[in-house]
């Protein structure tokens, strides 16, 4: 199949995203799919193990330095003329709340597919449009499929399906030696280290873990040290109440580079994804961290509405807590800390579930199934 790969993530400033982009995409091109992309710039260095391949499946990448309109209207003519060379099967879009895109797919003999990874999308006009007038929405959990369907009259429960999102790459995991990614730290022998990969925005609870890692702390003998990772509006907020802890060293890395950042999960005794019950209404299980986690065969504290859908692999690999709740995320994480053993096998089985269901390979596999099993003709 060729396939026209379109995202608005700029890859010269969002790292992370941009690896997902092309993990995409450099996946299904080995699976032996034709993939062409377009996305806003890109910088070598971010990327050095990919670059090449990049290269080979990279049709622009417009470096726009005007916003997202600009964006939208470059973006929008660079995928009308790649269409009309002609000899694409469908043409993938990565959430594209654009106003200009109906319009240029209109006029194109090619079907589309619009991937959403975030309920807010469902409240935009324009998305509306584009999902509407796309011949296959991919949501990421059965939760946001009925958003969607609920929020956007006419868009017809058919052509809405969910796809395994968020993915990882297990093999960035493999082969790290946990002792030398510890002594980076500066961890002693016996000092309990506490992780949590997360942006410092409100949707990650930030203040039920530092309550739940102070807890920690003061029930635990020995060391607790609490590494932070990630950038955001509400990190100097959270810098502020962590200064006022006992018990524990909290540390702010900032935003740790993607390749670098399976050393620091690997460090980890007990990782953490507290997000906040209002974030979880659009489903459990949807942080890319939780998938990285398990690929590092770490053991991992993650809040759950249980009102909701949990996965049978989660519940034996995670130890699960409701939302804000600090007391039971503390005794979670003592509760690994006292069995690691035991834990360190659970973590292994999540693993092998990820590797399986979850890297980036069987991501785009599925993806790609939906769209062949989707009948274009049959949609406006």
């Known amino acids: 199949m060729r396939i026209l790969y379109v995202t608005a993530v700029h890859l010269d400033v969002a790292e992370a995203q941009a690896l997902h982009v092309l993990d995409w995409a450099l996946a299904a091109r080995r699976a032996g799919h034709e993939i062409t992309l377009v996305a806003p710039g890109i910088r070598r260095a971010a990327l050095p193990e990919a670059w090449e391949s990049v290269r080979a499946l990279t049709a622009s990448f417009p470096r726009v330095r005007g916003g997202y309109r600009l964006y939208d ?42 991937e959403v990874n975030g309920s807010e999308l469902a409240e935009s006009p324009q998305f509306a449009e584009v999902a509407r007038r796309a011949a296959l929405v991919l949501a990421d959990s059965e939760e946001l499929r009925g958003q969607l369907l609920a929020a ?37 022998k016996n000092e309990a280290c506490l992780v949590n990969v997360s942006s410092f925005r409100r949707h990650h609870d930030h203040a039920t873990l530092l309550a739940a890692a102070e807890a920690v702390a003061l029930r635990r003998r020995g060391r607790v040290r609490l590494v932070m990772a990630g950038e955001g509006e509400q990190l100097d907020e959270t810098r502020r109440a962590a200064a006022a802890l006992k018990g524990l060293t909290v540390d702010f890395p900032g935003s740790v580079p993607p390749m670098e950042l399976p050393r620091l ?24 961290k939780l998938y990285e986690y398990a690929a590092a065969a770490r053991p991992a504290v993650v809040a759950v509405d249980r009102s909701l ?71 406006p």
């Open 73 to 114: 209207w470059l973006s929008s003519r660079i995928v009308g003329r790649e269409l009309e060379r002609g000899g694409y099967d469908w043409a993938y879009f990565r959430a594209a709340p654009s106003r200009r895109l109906p319009a240029v797919m209109a006029a194109k003999a090619v079907p589309w597919a619009v």
């Open 152 to 188: 956007i009259p006419g868009l017809g429960a058919e052509r809405v399906r969910v796809h395994p999102h968020p993915a990882v790459a297990p093999e960035r995991f493999e082969g790290l030696d946990r002792e030398e990614c510890r002594s980076r730290l500066g961890l002693t």
């Open 265 to 288: 999960i690997a460090a980890a005794d007990v990782c953490f994804d507290l997000v906040t019950a209002e974030k979880l209404r659009s489903g459990n299980l949807r942080s890319f």
């Open 309 to 379: 859908p949990v996965a049978e692999w989660a519940e034996r690999a995670f130890a699960l807590v409701p939302p804000g709740d600090a007391a039971a995320a503390a005794g979670a994480a003592l509760g690994i800390l006292a069995e690691p053993e035991a834990w360190l096998s659970r973590a292994a089985e999540a693993r092998a579930y990820v590797v399986r269901e979850r890297s980036w390979a069987a991501a785009a596999a599925a993806s790609i199934r939906c769209m062949e099993e989707s009948a274009p003709e049959a949609h």
